[in-house]
């Protein structure tokens, strides 16, 4: 049988039943457009409680509305389950595992492994498989490719395919989503690339091919990386200009009116997110195995990764000048989110501020509209239930996150003192003797 060809007609026909492997930020947005395209859609889900609230038809992210979930759930085109045994009836999967970094900062692949493992029990003739993943250049090829093809003796190209398609997605962004972001793929073969990228056709607006799985795992490290030491270099730039007095936001400002050769980068407490701070870092990893540094990427990740110390220092800087020692005082930190309007903690700033701040003895308090909760360390800490009473005990309210729900014009009334780490209150705060901004 020509399994490509029966593989595309099932893809173009949509009778093909296709799988995503983890259903996080990145697997349950790309479960839905598929099931949105007419597919059957089964979530292969280690966490139960996700695959309950799926298959009762509600969201858990933020980006992916409920009645949407509810719709196709009842449709009988989206379930989840955290059986693998049914990848036995799947032609199609997609892998969105996580790729954190693990104690000692280097790339934890055992997320990847363990998806491997499962596909290699049940891969079948005429299956197509992509990684969506973000990871080193050469995973898709040194890890996924030996242990699918060892597993059954089956041929890729021939009786299965496999490729690289990297998620760009960008939780809380409105403008665009997984529709309607193009999407890079990558092949390990020809007939992988093929394959993988009319079935994707099927779903996604735009699909760019590659030569090669390499190419589109490389394409994502560039985009990732692209972002990071850009980051890096207005993080620095920020320490700068303290140095010189000068407003580094009127001078990015300005800088950005350029119609051309420049894109605006803003400075902040630090990265966050399972993206920014964490992919540059498996491409550093895996060229050092090949005797190279990447130092750019070293330099701007020392950079990003002491902007939390900094802001402490400053912080501690706007009291010192207010006759305040930050031993004692009541600080109110502003958001907990890595970034704004979203509610994800991952590798946030906020908690490396809150713990510097709290180890220098101050007493710490936090708000955030999406955040309830937050751990840090060990400690426990809720939300404050009424952010101007916050605001008007706080000795210092610290913005770290610039959520568009606040009203800064408030807080800036109710205030002693401000430090804002993102320009949030913008010309409120521009000659304004309560504000100190990074
Ligand atoms: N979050 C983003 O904004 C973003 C953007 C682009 C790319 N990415 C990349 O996409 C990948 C997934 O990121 P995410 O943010 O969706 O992570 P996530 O943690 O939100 O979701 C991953 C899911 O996979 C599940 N999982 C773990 N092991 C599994 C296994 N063996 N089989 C099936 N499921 C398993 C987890 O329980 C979790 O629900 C990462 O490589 C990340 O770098 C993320």
Redesign the pocket.
């Known amino acids: 049988m020509d399994q490509k060809a029966d593989l595309l007609k099932r893809l173009n026909d949509k009778t093909a039943t296709v799988a995503v ?7 349950l947005p790309l479960a839905v457009a598929f099931a949105e395209a007419g597919y059957k859609v089964i979530g ?4 139960t409680s ?1 695959v309950e609230s799926l298959n009762q038809g509600k969201s858990y992210i933020l980006d992916v509305p409920t009645e949407t979930v509810a719709r196709l759930v009842k449709a009988g085109r989206l379930e989840a389950t955290s059986d693998f045994s049914a990848l036995k009836k799947v032609d199609a999967v997609s892998i ?4 954190p970094l693990n104690k000692t900062g280097d790339p934890d692949l055992s ?1 990847i492994t ?2 491997n493992d ?1 596909l290699a029990k049940y891969i079948h003739p005429g299956m197509v498989i992509v990684l ?4 080193y250049p050469g995973t898709t090829r040194e890890m996924s490719l030996h242990r699918l093809e060892e597993a059954r003796g089956l041929k890729v190209g021939e009786d299965f395919f496999l490729a690289f398609s ?6 809380g962004r409105k403008d665009y989503n997984t529709l309607t972001t193009p999407k890079v793929i990558g092949g390990i073969t020809p007939a992988c690339g093929e394959v993988a990228a009319a079935w994707y056709a099927t779903a996604i607006q735009k699909v760019v091919p590659v030569s090669s799985a390499e190419v589109a795992e490389m394409a994502k490290l560039l985009e990732n990386t692209f972002r990071m030491i850009n980051i890096g270099l207005v993080n620095e730039l920020a320490l700068m200009c303290e140095r010189l007095g000068v407003d580094v936001w009127e001078v990015i400002d300005a800088a950005a009116t350029k119609p051309f050769g420049f894109m605006k980068f803003t400075p902040g407490p630090g990265l966050g ?3 920014i701070p ?2 540059p870092l498996y491409l550093s990893w895996k060229l050092k195995s090949l005797n190279y540094t990447a130092r750019f990427i070293e330099l701007a990740s020392e950079i990003n990764t002491n902007m939390p110390r900094y802001v402490v220092s400053r912080v501690q800087d706007a009291l010192n000048d207010r006759g305040k020692a930050l031993k004692g005082s009541n600080l109110l930190v502003l958001g907990a989110a890595y970034k704004p309007d979203i509610d994800d903690l991952r590798e946030s700033p906020a908690l490396d501020v809150i713990h510097l701040l709290k180890q220098k003895g101050a007493k710490v308090s936090y708000h955030d509209p999406f955040v309830p909760h937050i751990k840090v360390e060990q400690a426990e800490m809720d939300s404050v239930p009424n952010l101007i009473d916050a605001v008007r005990k706080a000795d210092c309210v610290v913005i770290i996150t610039n959520h568009s729900s606040y009203d800064y014009a408030a807080i800036l009334k109710e205030a002693k003192l401000v430090f804002d780490s993102r320009n949030a209150t913008g010309k409120l705060g521009k000659d304004n003797p309560k504000v100190v901004k990074l």
């Open positions: 492997l983890g259903l996080g930020y990145v697997g292969i889900e280690p966490m996700k969105c595992v996580p790729t997320f363990s998806a499962e969506e993943s973000t990871t990297p998620e760009r997605v960008d939780p997110g399972h993206c964490i992919d």
